[in-house]
């Protein structure tokens, strides 16, 4: 997905092109000015400026499906202090070619910076060895990965060592590669999430729901549970929960499952405030999740994908969705409400 071309397409078809608005990008990154100052930042899956007919059109608001993640750190280059900035974009099967904006002694100069061009020897894959090598390089990576690959993509990144903010959707989460991450607290979600809006290309057929085109017969795709996954702190990740609940613990209100001992939860603001055993919540939690206030102790999802998958959630004889497994902090103090 992305303001990027999210290229990288899915090997059984062209499912992951999708481009992510310029606000989109804009209400989220606001969350981690500091992140960037100084730093060189790298979109290692994007369409930097290629439009449809093949030709370079950066900057002349022409260019098909150009990257809004390079627009969006070209805009505010200057006012963020970025040190560089690089942009590579993939080309299946033959060479393609990277951008690049380094901050220079002018300061004050007047209207955008300067970009430069270079070809790249391979395809600009993000698994490619030039790629890997402006990984190393670089301080940050912010872009929207090819869904398709995100097991494979989040795990490169993390292994990495590097800051990074991407878009995924919050199924991602319960993944059996990406699972132990959120449960190391290697990676966790950013500021906002909910159903965004993707342009997409013409050939995506119309759909019933969640499809529109607009006035110029741009076709538009809206998705669900979409995620920002992050290793920056944020302010939002330390705001409490415990202090908006409300609900106290029933037997009756609060069945525990059938082959485990926790407690079916069915939303977030129904968590019992006194309640100090393992409790069971939609995977919607993680955007919610404050480290201070709850621990995540696994997963109920198929009971087999890993040793933090505790079980499958089956309450009543029904299988339920697959969920989160969280236990309240500090269990002497929830005595005291």
Not at 157 to 179: D, P, R, T, V
Not at 248 to 268: S, W
Not at 298 to 319: Q, R, T, Y
């Amino acid at each position: 997905m992305a303001g990027n071309s999210n290229l990288h397409m899915s090997r059984a078809g062209k499912t992951d092109e999708f481009y992510t608005q310029l606000s989109t990008i804009e209400d989220e990154l606001r969350h981690y000015r500091k992140y960037f100052k100084g730093k060189v930042i790298f979109c290692n899956a994007d369409d930097p400026a290629i439009g449809e007919d093949g030709q370079d059109h950066f900057g002349d608001g022409l260019g098909g499906y150009t990257s809004n993640f390079f627009r969006y750190f070209q805009l505010n280059f200057t006012q963020l202090g970025i040190k560089k900035l690089i942009t590579t974009h993939y080309e299946a099967d033959k060479p393609s070619y990277k951008f690049e904006i380094v901050s220079s002694d002018h300061d004050e100069q007047i209207g955008l910076p300067d970009y430069v061009r270079t070809p790249l020897e391979g395809s600009g894959d993000f698994r490619s060895p030039e790629c890997l090598a402006l990984l190393e390089e670089c301080d940050i990576v912010v872009t929207n990965p090819p869904f398709s690959l995100m097991k494979e993509y989040l795990t490169l990144l993390i292994n990495s060592g590097k800051q990074f903010l991407i878009l995924g959707n919050m199924n991602h989460a319960m993944y059996a590669e990406i699972f132990p991450y959120i449960f190391r607290r290697q990676v966790w979600l950013g500021h906002n999430s909910g159903h965004f809006w993707f342009r997409v290309p013409d050939y995506y057929e119309a759909k019933g729901t969640d499809f529109k085109e607009d006035d110029d017969g741009q076709k538009w795709r809206r998705m669900g549970n979409i995620c920002w996954f992050t290793n920056m702190d944020i302010e939002k990740r330390h705001q409490s929960l415990v202090e908006t609940l409300y609900k106290k613990y029933t037997a009756e209100e609060y069945p525990q499952y059938d082959n485990f001992e926790a407690i079916h939860v069915k939303k977030v603001q129904e968590i019992p405030v006194d309640y100090t055993g393992i409790i069971s919540v939609p995977i919607t939690f993680l955007d919610k999740h404050n480290p201070d206030e709850f621990e995540i102790v696994g997963e109920l999802n198929h009971g087999c994908d890993s040793e933090f998958d505790l079980a499958k959630p089956i309450l009543n004889g029904v299988a339920q969705y697959k969920r989160i497994a969280i236990r309240r902090k500090i269990a002497q103090e929830v005595g005291e409400e």
